[in-house]
């Protein structure tokens, strides 16, 4: 049996689910009910591509413009939406029933029932994009109604959008890590102004960008690069050397990338698809194609210093992407719609990342340290001082006075009578030489627990300083 091989078509379908990338319908001579899928997950060359031919168990109608995305409650299911009809007896009818999945477990097409707004027309649905939550946007770029679909609820919504541009049909889009999504104008003579759709709120900003803006190009794509912080758009043009760009999601900065390899022909109404390290296009309408070229073409974009065209597709070296969210330092803020400025339009930097703290914690810890030694030293020095002064009296022994010239006899004096003083205490009592060496007593405690008071709250002091301070520094 020889191999199948597709005819050439724009406007197809193109769903990578488990390692296959899925193709179906589209709009060309005889494609028919084709659908087909290329298997990813072992080496080939471009020239030599199998194509597994599904056609037979299609039952989806021959229809071009339809929107997909993988998606459903297990996120492996591959949804089809909208489109046109693509024969000769209803050419450009829209597409009835809305929905139709395929499960590649078991290889198998299904209508399943939706809830929500009832049938709603996407007859051209080629702009859909699926977000990180399984809900699916269409938008045609030239009425405020945004339509959604949630594929794990299967649920259809309506969206009035009152700030949506008109930007035209066939604008090139993909979604930004941020889970926003980007649309690129093709209603005009250029790409200076890009549109962010902020699904969350639903309402749409402006950016302006600068650089090397791309001319007007309808049937380009749109991707977003391995890193999160660029978009890379191709095609729309039938000039190979004009098909390649890349915005800058930081600075809104155009560039033509550096390129290596053998540069194909530029396709329009083409589909490209991130695999691993690859931009993945497939068909489309080519600009003058040369007789040696496949219809599906491999750019390797891991390096984002050169871009190469390859013909070679190796699993074992992808690189697999996931989306990179902005970091405070890179957060940009967009240009409310409408908006009249004619400057580009800078991201804004919210926060800014600390710089290092590590020679003031040193020193703050060092210095809480020594502040406690210090006083400790301090109040130890004042103890031994007062004791040292005191060491010379002689508490607790019976007081000996000097002999008065008013004895008689020699009898001795009766030191109850001379030992009788005025203490400042009331009533003026008498204080008894014994109470009076039991008061020695009691100032050295006394002096020695103040002291020890003294020591404590200098150290809590000290330690809730200290802990003031590390709460201050890293709240």
Not at 95 to 112: G, K, L
Not at 159 to 174: F, M, Y
Not at 310 to 319: A, D, H, L, M, V
């Amino acid at each position: 049996m020889a191999p199948f091989v597709p005819n050439g078509r724009e406007l197809h379908t193109a769903t990578f689910v488990d390692n296959k990338l899925y193709i179906l319908g589209g709009l060309a001579f005889n494609t028919g009910k084709d659908f087909f899928y290329i298997d990813f997950s072992v080496p080939f060359n471009t020239q030599n591509i199998v194509f597994n031919d599904l056609s037979s168990i299609n039952t989806v109608p021959s229809h071009f413009s339809a929107g997909s995305a993988k998606g459903g409650a297990n996120n492996d299911t591959l949804f089809v939406c909208g489109g046109s009809k693509n024969d000769n007896s209803a050419q450009n009818a829209p597409i009835i029933p809305v929905v139709h999945t395929f499960n590649p477990q078991n290889n198998s097409w299904s209508t399943p029932t939706t809830g929500g707004i009832m049938n709603p027309i996407l007859k051209d649905a080629t702009t859909g994009v699926i977000d990180y939550n399984g809900i699916m946007y269409f938008w045609n770029g030239i009425a405020s109604k945004v339509i959604t679909l949630d594929t794990k609820k299967l649920i259809w919504t309506n969206r009035n959008s009152t700030t949506a541009p008109n930007i035209g049909l066939e604008s090139a889009v993909t979604l930004l890590p941020d889970n926003k999504i980007i649309y690129m104008e093709s209603s005009i003579s250029n790409l200076v102004q890009v549109y962010i759709y902020d699904i969350i709120n639903d309402n749409w900003n402006m950016m302006t960008t600068s650089g090397k803006v791309p001319t007007q190009r309808p049937g380009a794509s749109a991707v977003l690069g391995l890193d999160g912080q660029r978009v890379i758009v191709y095609g729309g043009t039938a000039d190979p050397l004009d098909s390649l760009y890349e915005l800058n999601l930081i600075n809104f900065e155009w560039r033509v990338p550096k390129t290596s390899g053998k540069m194909p022909s530029s396709r329009i109404s083409h589909k490209a698809n991130v695999i691993g390290k690859y931009m993945v296009v497939s068909f489309g309408t080519p600009g003058n194609i040369k007789s040696d070229e496949s219809n599906i073409l491999l750019l390797d974009i891991s390096n984002n210093d050169e871009y190469v065209w390859t013909n070679e597709y190796n699993p074992s070296s992808n690189i697999i992407p996931s989306p990179t969210l902005p970091s405070p330092s890179s957060t940009i803020i967009y240009s409310s719609i409408p908006s009249s400025s004619t400057n580009p339009s800078q991201p804004t930097n919210l926060l800014q990342a600390p710089k290092s703290n590590s020679s003031v914690i040193i020193g703050a810890v060092i210095g809480s340290l020594l502040g406690s030694i210090l006083s400790f030293a301090g109040g130890f020095f004042l103890y031994k001082q007062y004791k040292n002064r005191n060491d010379n009296v002689d508490y607790g022994h019976e007081i000996v006075l000097p002999r008065d010239e008013y004895m008689t006899n020699n009898e001795p004096v009766n030191t109850s009578i001379n030992n009788n003083y005025y203490d400042g205490t009331a009533n003026n009592e008498p204080v008894s030489s014994s109470s009076t060496a039991n008061d020695g007593n009691l100032s050295l405690q006394e002096l020695k627990q103040e002291i020890q008071d003294l020591r404590q709250v200098i150290l809590q002091n000290n330690n809730k300083k200290s802990m003031n301070f590390f709460r201050r520094l890293f709240k």
